[in-house]
């Protein structure tokens, strides 16, 4: 299945008593099935034979049960999508979800016990009256119905568009491994046992259907003899349908599939459908196989135009390079849905593609899972890249078949084209997206090993994972073994372990058989680990030979360090004037390894010059035979930012502008080598003209990143950043000549991201330390005269942060402390909502409290403020204010809302020893952006400026909420006395009471670049 982007195995028996020697059971059903589309109902009678091939006797069997997955929001389904913080699930209706009754099982025509799981409602045990016994069957039975839901994940309806798919009481799958039961998922697919299917399915006369199986009914099947898959004639129209759905038939028939040898079985009905049919003659045996193609009739559907001929000619070669396609029929058929296809044996459903090379991509990778899970019945739950990733491999091996390797068949699949140039993303192949997207989460070492079972990954690492790094692993292993080779092992394994149940090691066994080699690097290395591969060339210099009979041969000693964890083989590559005069791949290791080179004329060494290996960086890839910085590359300077030009040195440029009330417009550029994939060494500079004060502001920011392996820390990185800017600007008058007032900030930190024990977790951890230092410049009076003096200090914060960043009910802690010259301060924040049913909505809850633990500050003011911040008080520049100095007019109204957190502002509320504060904010749960604000907050009693101030406060009103903790409106309606006496002291008016949010350090490159989510 590919989308765009636990298994709980319940009764495993110890490891030590199964038997190792290999089995499978059989099952043949035979079901019978009635569609009632008005109700959107299947009304079904299922009797199976169950064949104990084991050495086991079994005393029950267990069933899957996967359409009670729909039935309600604590279903191991929808438990995924709220922990992948996808509300899909819930949006659903309760009358549109779906689940399977009626359920009455007997055993040989006995009633038998039988009942629920106790976590999973879509997985049950059947308890037999006598064990069964190895070589025997029992007959199984049940009537059952099924309640059918909008489509959403595979099982569904679109209208009278039908797509029956994990529908019927299935058993599981029991190996010498035990009993493989798992919940339904919509990421992490099945595990069923081989055996052959006779179905009946009944419903109204002028649905057509497509199916699993070779249909039985003559009149219906028809099946014209066409020409080569592989030809370019036009496909022959069978049946043709009006666009819209017409109404059902009151006439019914009953279509009957029969198939061996397969272990599932879907299928798909509509009144709509035109159906285009051709052939294809396997390479092989060169049997021919008939194809369809099923597709929506309706004028605007020019996509499906020739989406037979890419089923044949994903038959034709996934035959060639696997071994031949073993059945009679494959289709393809045009639905709706989250995903982009869904496999099936025999029949595939294809839904949100967007362009005919996407079209064509899809229906190969989903009839290719003909091979990998079809054919090749691997535990997909435990095991997702053995289908998953391999056939992903042989999708893009498709691909480069057929339109090249250099071709920028990735930039058009996935819609790339549309950015500009500068992007870098606009002619990519499909090696080059697969990589990158499988670095975003490797350069940061959040990537998972390919080897774990499918519900343990993110959402991002089982795209970038599962399918994308382990289709570019097994290409860079074909590339070393060479075709020839590779395909001498992938047609041993399918002639080998075809129809039945393969796991990793019956597949590794036959690769290091078949070769001869050790591929420790690969499964252990590539697969079960998320090691890096990372070659450099270190150094190289002229070797001078005697007797050399060619004068206008060279030799050099080249040395190459392994900076990764893998010792895979490489290739290196001589190149002159940029193109490759010779290639040699060498078989890997670890630390350096030196030897000679021989070229004629040649400029450069390239490691990996054709892009073959998974790579975590190709920047260090390149060595020049002469010159002082041998290993530098190119200076290439670009616009914005985009994909990482490895062999080039970059710096990108963006023209800007800001404003604020004292240095006014301030044009400038914003410089720096940031791309979208991580690097270790980043920096961002930002230097702007100020018209205000006729000077240099700005900002830059340089961050030293590491990923270490390791137990504890997740990431660390160091950070130093610069601010300048203007805060005060006075126009001057007869006695005081115009000045402006600067500050400077120089934070400097380091940040630890902890390491959660999983990947999937919500949370996230860091503790971070951090050294303010600022420079102010300050107007000072001296009894010869005033002048502008600077103002050094530092500041010191260490704070411990956790966020709980889950769909529902997410909540975040925070600590620190803060040293000043004169004083220190401990400070505590807790963040909790109350989702209601929509997660974007809910009440709002914040605690805060701060003490001083010393306080000898005279001149600056650091106390506590109930009313959070206004741009002067910020004394760590870390927030930006239009107007900072401002204390009258729209941009004194720009606020910070941390401390008190109060809405309603004024300079009560202010102490020098302790504060503790509740801010609540309801969302109301119309689509309207407005929320309702409550503030309550304490502080000891003293006295503050010209009036007595409480100890209690609080405050209430409406807030305007535009973009959330970007854009805020808050109008305060409520407030207590000591506010509105503070208030009316100050001259403030209502207007004056609004506050603003406006968090422009929200806006820029590093979180645009952070915020991206390619999968």
């Known amino acids: 299945m590919i989308k765009k ?27 019978k099935v009635t569609l009632i589309d008005s109700l959107r109902e299947l009304d079904a009678d299922l009797s199976l034979v169950y064949h104990n091939n084991s050495p086991d006797s079994l005393t029950c069997i267990w069933f899957h049960l996967w359409p009670n997955g729909y039935k309600n929001d604590s279903t191991a389904l929808a438990r995924q999508f709220i922990n992948q913080k996808n509300p899909v699930f819930l949006n659903i209706p309760e009358k549109d979800r779906g689940y399977i009754t009626t359920l009455d099982f007997k055993v ?27 070589g025997e069957k029992v007959v199984v039975t049940t009537p059952f119905k099924v309640k059918i839901p909008v489509v959403f994940s595979r099982l569904g309806h679109d209208g009278d568009a039908f797509y029956i798919q994990q529908w019927y009481p299935k058993p599981a799958v029991y190996d010498n491994r035990g009993w493989h039961t798992m919940p339904y998922l919509d990421q992490g697919e099945y595990y069923s046992e081989w055996g052959s299917f006779e179905v009946s399915i009944t419903l109204p006369e002028n649905y057509l259907v497509v199916a699993t199986g070779v249909l039985q009914n003559d009149a219906e099947a028809r099946n014209p003899t066409s020409s080569s898959a592989l030809s370019s004639q036009q496909p022959q129209v069978i049946h043709n349908s009006t666009q819209n759905f017409p109404i059902s038939s009151s006439q019914t028939k009953t279509l009957v599939y029969k198939q061996d040898s397969i272990h599932d079985f879907a299928w798909f009905a509509d009144k ?77 459903v294809i839904a949100s593609v967007s362009n005919e090379l996407e079209l064509e991509d899809v229906i190969a990778h989903e009839v290719g899972h003909n091979w990998f899970y079809g054919i090749l019945a691997s535990n997909e739950r435990v095991f997702p890249w053995m289908d998953e990733g391999i056939n992903t491999f042989n999708e893009l091996r498709y691909l480069n078949q057929r339109f090249g390797r250099t071709s920028p068949t990735g930039s058009e699949q996935y819609g790339l084209q549309r950015f500009p140039a500068f992007a870098g993303v606009s002619n990519l192949t499909n090696n080059d997206v697969f990589r990158l997207l499988y670095l975003l989460v490797a350069r940061t070492n959040t990537d998972q090993p390919a080897s774990l ?92 030979t005697e007797n050399q009979l060619n004068l206008a041969e060279q030799s050099f000693g080249l040395t190459l360090k392994n900076k990764g964890g893998i010792a895979g083989p490489l290739s290196y590559s001589v190149l002159r004037n940029g193109e490759v005069q010779s290639t040699k791949w060498i078989d890997g290791f670890t630390g350096k390894k030196s030897f000679r080179i021989h070229c004629t004329d040649c400029d450069q060494v390239r490691i990996d010059a054709f892009k073959q290996m998974p790579e975590l960086k190709r920047s260090n890839n390149t060595i020049r035979m002469k010159g002082i910085f041998k ?84 990431g660390i990185t160091l950070s ?86 889950r ?45 001083f633990i010393r306080n000898k500050e005279i001149v600056r003011n650091y106390k506590f403020r109930m ?65 309702l604000f409550a503030d309550a907050g304490i502080v000891p009693k003293e006295k503050t400026g010209t009036y007595e101030a409480e100890t209690f406060y609080y405050d209430g009103g409406i807030s305007l909420i535009l973009i959330r903790n970007v854009l805020e409106v808050h109008i305060p309606l409520l407030r207590s006395n000591a506010i509105k006496e503070a208030q009316e002291i100050n001259g403030m008016k209502f207007a004056d009471q609004i506050r603003f949010v406006f968090s422009i350090r929200n806006f820029n490159i590093r979180n645009l670049k952070n915020s991206i989510n390619p999968l």
């Open 272 to 348: 709509r459908f035109l159906i285009s049919q051709s052939s294809v003659t396997l390479p092989h045996s060169g049997r021919k196989v008939t194809t369809r193609a099923y597709r929506i009739n309706r004028p605007e559907n020019k996509l499906w135009n020739q989406a037979v001929q890419y089923v044949d000619s994903a038959l034709y070669y996934y035959s060639l390079w696997n071994g031949d396609y073993p059945y009679d029929f494959c289709s393809a058929v045009e639905g709706v849905g989250s995903w982009e296809g869904m496999e099936y044996p025999m029949v595939t």
């Open 5 to 31: 982007g636990l298994l709980v195995i319940l009764t495993l028996f110890p490891a030590g008593i199964i038997s190792a020697q290999y089995f499978q059971q059989r099952i043949d059903y035979t079901i």
């Open 453 to 544: 079972p499918a519900q343990e990954y993110t959402p991002a690492n089982y795209n970038a994972i599962i399918y994308l790094k382990t289709a570019i692993a097994f290409n860079y292993l074909m590339n070393y073994l060479g075709p020839d080779l590779f395909d001498s092992c992938m047609q041993r394994y399918y002639n080998t372990w075809q129809f039945k149940h393969p796991y990793p090691e019956d597949l590794r066994k036959i690769f290091e058989e078949t070769t001869g080699k050790d591929l420790s690097w690969f499964f252990d290395g590539l697969i079960n680990s998320n090691q890096k591969l990372d070659y450099a060339a270190t150094s190289i210099h002229p070797v001078k």
């Open 108 to 134: 040989n025509h006995q009633p038998v016990n039988w009942s629920y799981h106790p976590d999973y409602i879509d997985i049950c045990k059947l308890e037999l009256h006598t064990p069964l016994l190895p």
């Open 720 to 805: 130093a950043s610069v601010s300048h800017f203007a805060y005060y600007r006075n126009k001057g008058n007869d006695l005081v000549k115009p000045y402006n007032l600067h500050y400077t900030a120089i934070p400097v930190s380091v940040q630890f991201r902890l390491k959660e024990g999983s990947a999937l977790s919500p949370v996230k951890r860091q503790i971070v330390f951090r050294n303010i230092s600022t420079m102010t410049d300050e107007w000072v009076f001296h009894s010869n005269g005033a002048a502008i003096e600077n103002s050094y200090l530092n500041y010191q914060q260490a704070y411990f942060s956790l966020t709980q960043s």
């Open 807 to 851: 769909l529902f009910d997410p909540y975040s802690f925070n600590i620190a402390l803060e040293n000043g010259r004169h004083y220190s301060k401990a400070m505590a924040e807790i963040r909790y909502k109350i989702s209601y049913h929509q997660p974007s909505k809910g009440v709002n809850f914040r605690l805060f409290a701060g003490a």
């Open 631 to 714: 290993k530098m590359n190119p200076v290439k300077f670009r616009f914005l930012f985009g994909v990482e030009d490895e062999y080039k040195t970059e710096i990108s440029y963006l023209p800007v502008a800001g404003w604020n009330n004292y240095d006014k417009w301030m044009p400038g550029l914003v410089i720096h080598n940031r791309a979208l994939t991580d690097k270790n060494f980043e920096f961002s500079l930002m230097p702007l003209y100020s018209t205000g004060t006729g000077s240099i502001s700005g900002s830059g920011i340089v961050d030293l990143k590491f990923f270490p392996h390791s137990a504890i820390f997740q």
């Open 867 to 931: 009313s959070g911040w206004i741009g002067y008080q910020d004394y760590l520049f870390d927030n930006w204010f239009l107007g900072r100095t401002e204390t009258k007019g729209v941009l004194s109204q720009q606020t910070e809302l941390n401390e008190g957190g109060f809405k309603s502002f004024s300079y009560a509320g202010q102490s020098d020893q302790w504060l503790a504060a509740l801010n609540l904010s309801f969302d109301l749960p119309w689509k309207l952006p407005i929320a």
